[in-house]
Nanobody
């Protein structure tokens, strides 16, 4: 059974940093699945922040390029999102997501992602 558990959210001042973690169980993150981070601000639709496909190719939203970095620790089976130079518009609930094996995925759609964590809240104050 696949489970994703996020942590690391919190409240920070603009310009600050946070690192989100997504502990994965039920499969090894080195396997060929898409994984990604999505976020949803109050009143807004959920949007893709970054996805990494089964081959390791990463796609970032333009709004976070150069500030956010996705990474994996295969030994710990954990997906990370390093967030730097945070802005108030980065505020929202952040979700970790994973697809089934060998599915293709793209940043602009969550359709490929069958597994979701419960989310971790990020609040950036200006």
């Amino acid at each position: 059974q696949v489970q994703l558990v996020e942590s690391g959210g919190g409240s920070v001042q603009a310009g600050g940093s946070l690192r989100l973690s997504c502990v994965v169980s039920g499969y090894t993150i080195s396997s060929p699945r898409c994984m990604g981070w999505f976020r949803q601000a109050p009143g807004n639709e959920r949007e893709g922040v970054v996805v990494v496909d089964g081959g390791g190719s990463e796609s970032y939203a333009d709004s976070v390029k150069g500030r956010f970095t996705i990474s994996k620790d295969n030994a710990k089976n954990v997906l990370y999102l390093e967030m730097n130079s945070l802005k108030s518009e980065d505020t929202g609930m952040y979700y970790c997501a994973a697809s089934n094996p060998y599915w293709t995925c793209r940043l602009g759609s969550s359709a490929a992602f069958s597994y979701w964590g419960q989310g971790t809240q990020v609040t950036v104050s200006s």
